[in-house]
């Protein structure tokens, strides 16, 4: 492609943002064309990295930094050599004559000129852009630190004087350039979850179109169209099975080793591999709307987000910088009384250039956005970092039941119909074949299995909590029908006759009535087994110290009769969707309540929740009002969510005990004169290193990781 010379702009929009770092700017910048596209960037540093790597994001940072280091480090280098010259008569040793030395002098500023203009000036401007905005960081110190020490040092060459501190100011950039190249390494890193799961994703499907079969393009499929997916290729939408069988590897989205078995019906998902066998699956999602794509976008948003802890800090950093520089006023102040001015600004220097308020920007971003990749490596989607927050201070987990708890795969075992059975089936499945609810699934396919067709239905109202209602044409005339519990019928006005009543109830089975014309005419019952590891979770809870409770709109028995058999603390039944929320209203009020469900009753539960947690089975309502999302059905993780978040929140601890304490003892040190600048950059540099070694750690595989 054609690449034009980049050239200085003056007219850009005060809301530009540079193409290389993602960093935005105000008017001014370096335009360069790339075909018939204009780019743009805040600096020559990050125009020039561009036409050498051509990366974006972090890693494009990362290498804009790196570029800046090897620059800045080789002529630092040479000026660290002279400086040992002329401070420790290191001249003598090569016999130069001292009328040669004002020369050297002048030469450390030829050395230092570039390095202030083309690695130093990024700090100048954003110094200058944060005091626009009266919002002060680190650049502001690093600025007013190294670029106090090149105008003193240029005004004592060029008038005869001899305090001469070039190599402390270039190399505090160095060393600041340096940290922030690992910290943008680290980034990298983190975010490695995220460009993994984008570099799976496949970019052409073998589609079957008007008998042929053809390869396209993943954005040019549409939904219901028939792909053909060979063995060992990557799925390229998500589709349920039309033909065939297969096994296929979804650990990139489930965090199961596994292979799952895949048969005609089942749902296929993008960027997971199929392993073994030939299949056709109609298409049922577009490119942009496959759960690997929400998936990416979560994980970007999550990232993107700050949590409450993070914008307390961020608010003790905002008043911080001005504390450091108020700090160093005074040192110089105080050092210019007791001795010589040349000695206060180099102490006033050591005071902005050991603060270090890096320590605290990283140390929770960098530590939450490790552990919202670490979990959605374990197929745990996490929305905000304030969630992570929350799990990790959680002291209730509210489950709802069915789907949840319970497997969701409800059979019908039995039909109790006053009349004739076949009708009532005939006009329960007509009105639940417009649910989406594992109910209304189980009576279709129960009904399907008697060779029993649906009928046209209208006016289809759902009662989340209750039950489903509608119109249904038989013989000619429209039936007003009601499928619900025994609250959904009292509500039409229906009695329920005594020989369709209780008995499923106390046996854990659910009764749902059906009526119709102001009458109940009969019962479908319902059972639906636990999770087979729902009690070991429950049990796993309990060990964590943490409160379990039972919520569900199912009848008082059949809800207990769960508890029981999983050992739940508390267990509330005949819930409707808005008593539900009133119970975890009342609930939180005694500590930080995780709600985990999966229903469109659960919906409103879900959001008022500390943190709502839906599996990946559950509705989209559902996963809508969730702020944590497992996919799959793996309940198991909830917790080892719950414990890798407080070992997040641990860490993130950590970090900030450190910053804070590395600078309640390191400002005191430089302003009684203890340090010196290079040793000061050199502290600052090192504490941003522990804190990104720190939250590394975060990333390692531990024996709970493998377990979930």
Not at 11 to 40: D, I, M, P, W, Y
Not at 504 to 521: C, Q
Request: contains cysteine; neutral net charge; charged residues 20%.
């Amino acid at each position: 492609m054609d690449i034009k010379e980049a050239i200085p702009t003056k007219n850009l929009s005060e809301t530009q943002t540079c193409t290389q770092c993602g960093l935005s700017f105000g008017r001014g910048g370096v335009a360069r064309t790339k075909g018939a596209l204009t780019l743009h960037f805040c600096c020559y540093g990050c125009s020039f990295t561009n036409s050498l790597t051509g990366a974006k994001g972090e890693a494009g940072t990362a290498a804009l930094f790196l570029a800046r280091l090897g620059f800045a480090a080789f002529l630092s280098m040479n000026i660290m050599a002279l400086s040992w010259m002329i401070y420790d008569n290191g001249w003598t040793t090569f016999g130069i004559e001292p009328d040669i030395l004002p020369y050297f002098e002048k030469l450390l500023f030829v050395l230092s000129l570039p390095v202030m203009l083309f690695v130093g000036s990024p700090f100048v401007r954003n110094a200058l852009r944060e005091i626009r905005s009266t919002s002060l960081s680190m650049d502001s110190l690093i600025a007013l630190g190294s670029f106090s020490a090149f105008f003193f040092s240029t005004y004592e060459i060029f008038t005869g004087g001899d305090g001469v501190y070039f190599d402390t100011a270039t190399m505090t950039i160095v060393l600041v350039t340096g940290g922030r190249y690992l910290e943008a390494t680290a980034k990298v890193r983190t975010s490695a979850a995220v460009r993994k799961l984008i570099d799976l994703r496949p970019d052409t499907a073998r589609i079957l179109r008007d008998g042929k079969e053809m390869v396209l393009s993943t954005g040019g499929v549409r939904i219901g169209e028939t792909m053909k997916i060979l063995p060992g290729e990557r799925i390229p939408l998500d589709g349920t099975i039309l033909e065939g069988r297969t096994s296929v590897n979804e650990s990139l989205l489930t965090g199961e080793s596994l292979p799952a078995v895949k048969t005609i019906g089942d749902q296929l998902f993008a960027a997971t591999i199929n392993i073994e066998g030939v299949v056709l699956a109609r298409v049922s999602a577009l490119q942009q709307e496959t759960v690997h794509a929400q998936t990416v976008r979560l994980m970007e948003e999550a990232q993107r987000s700050r949590s409450p802890m993070q914008q307390s800090v961020d608010r003790i950093s905002g008043l911080f910088i001005p504390i450091v520089i108020a700090v160093a006023l005074f040192t110089f102040a105080g050092w210019s009384v007791a001795g010589d001015v040349e000695e206060a600004l180099l102490r006033a220097l050591t005071v902005l250039v050991v603060a270090c308020p890096c320590a605290l920007g990283i140390g929770t971003p960098l530590a939450s956005a490790i552990g919202i990749g670490r979990a959605a490596e374990q197929g745990i989607l996490i929305r905000t970092t304030s969630a992570l927050e929350h799990l990790a201070d959680t002291k209730i987990v509210a489950f709802d039941k069915t789907g949840t708890l319970t497997d969701g795969e409800l059979s019908v075992t039995a039909v109790r119909a006053n009349g004739n059975e076949k009708e009532l089936l005939e006009l329960a499945m007509s009105v639940e074949r417009n649910s989406e609810h594992s109910i209304g699934k189980a009576i279709m396919k129960y009904a399907e299995a008697k060779s029993v067709k649906a009928l046209p239905a209208r006016n289809i109202v759902a009662q989340p909590g209750l039950g489903i209602k509608a119109d249904v044409a038989d013989g000619g005339a429209w039936k007003s029908v009601v499928i619900g519990t025994e609250a959904m019928v009292a509500l039409e006005g229906m009695m329920i006759d005594d020989a369709n009543r209780a008995p499923a109830r106390l046996s854990g089975e659910t009764a749902l009535y059906v009526g119709w014309n102001g009458a109940v005419r009969g019962a479908v019952v319902l059972r639906d087994s636990l999770r087979r590891n729902a009690k070991e979770v429950v049990q796993t809870l309990h060990q964590q110290r943490i409160q379990t409770i039972l919520l569900s709109g199912d009848a008082a028995e059949t809800t207990e009769s769960v508890a029981r058999s999983v050992s739940i603390d508390e267990a509330f039944g005949r819930l409707l969707p808005k008593e539900k929320l009133e119970r975890i209203r009342t609930l939180k009020n005694r500590g930080t309540l995780v709600m985990v469900g999966d229903g469109i009753n659960d919906a409103p539960s879900l959001a008022a929740a500390d943190v709502g947690i839906a599996l990946g089975t559950a509705t989209d309502i559902a996963k809508e009002s969730a702020d944590v999302l497992v996919i799959g059905d793996h309940l198991e993780r909830i917790p080892w969510l719950l414990e890798f978040a407080r070992r997040t929140m641990a860490t993130i601890h950590w970090n900030l005990f450190w910053a804070f304490g590395y600078n309640a003892i390191g400002i005191p040190l430089a302003v009684a004169g203890l340090l010196q600048p290079i040793l000061a950059a050199t502290a600052m540099v090192l504490s941003s290193l522990f804190i990104i070694a720190n939250s590394g750690r975060l990333m390692r595989r531990h024996k709970a990781d493998a377990q979930a």
